[in-house]
């Protein structure tokens, strides 16, 4: 037990490695939600750059386009540069765009992800997504002081999409940008009491980064547990 003892005095050591006391959860989800909605709509360009940098730090590639209409040219420079003839996709209407009328006359198909949760129609899917090199999801949130992005799954939204691919690409916007994790808590409170936008059943993802693994001697690998290679598009230019 001398053992477990060291690590306890060494963790009363390190300040700041836990909250003082901790988050509560909002009285009025709504209304915080709000209140934090109108604190990014001041503060989106410097959390952007914050997002940004941090994103990058943790090997991710960050793109800006100027509206949706320009994304999918970046996702066929990413499928040329990655020779990708198939790309696994959210359902258009949760991703915010269809992607097939710019691709596929490219000579990239599109595996969009099913809405009606059939099982032979997830599970041909994942199949897809299992053998497509690329996965284009939207974003729920996009967490500027870690540079993460938030995805909530539910139909028309596999979390496949995001996993099995080697490339992972999100597309967001302002509306999905948030500073802090504390921000996020209230966004997912705000969420769960909402009847209309039930989460029940949905799995969220926190992805920082391409997927990392390391061994007893501390050998990196990337890509064992998810994509080798994660990018973000941000949409918007005001």
Do not use: C, Y
Not at 117 to 127: L, T
Not at 181 to 199: F, I, K, N, P, Y
Request: aromatic share 4%; hydrophobic share 40%.
């Amino acid at each position: 037990m001398e053992f477990l003892e060291r690590i306890r005095r060494e963790v009363r050591r390190a300040p700041g490695l836990f909250a003082a006391s901790p988050a509560a959860r909002p009285d009025r989800p709504a209304e915080a939600a709000a209140a934090a909605r109108r604190q990014m709509a001041e503060r989106w360009p410097e959390a952007l750059e914050r997002f940004r940098q941090e994103f990058e730090r943790v090997n991710g590639v960050f793109h800006r386009v100027a509206g949706l209409d320009e994304v999918a040219g970046v996702i066929r420079d990413i499928a040329r540069e990655k020779g990708a003839r198939e790309v696994a996709a959210w359902a258009p209407g949760e991703l915010g765009l269809d992607l097939r009328p710019s691709l596929e006359p490219q000579g990239v198909s599109i595996a969009v992800a099913p809405t009606d949760g059939r099982d032979d129609a997830r599970r041909r899917h994942r199949e897809a997504a299992a053998r497509a090199p690329i996965g284009v999801t939207g974003a729920d949130f996009a967490l500027a002081e870690t540079g993460t992005l938030i995805l909530i799954s539910g139909a028309g939204r596999p979390r496949s999409t995001s996993l099995l691919p080697d490339t992972h690409v999100a597309v967001f916007d302002r509306e999905r940008l948030l500073e802090t994790l504390e921000q996020v808590g209230v966004m997912l409170e705000a969420l769960h009491a909402d009847a209309e936008r039930s989460m029940s059943g949905g799995v969220i993802s926190f992805i920082t980064g391409p997927s990392r693994t390391a061994d007893i001697e501390l050998t990196l690998t990337r890509g064992v547990h998810g994509p080798k290679e994660v990018h973000a598009i941000f949409v918007g230019t005001r």
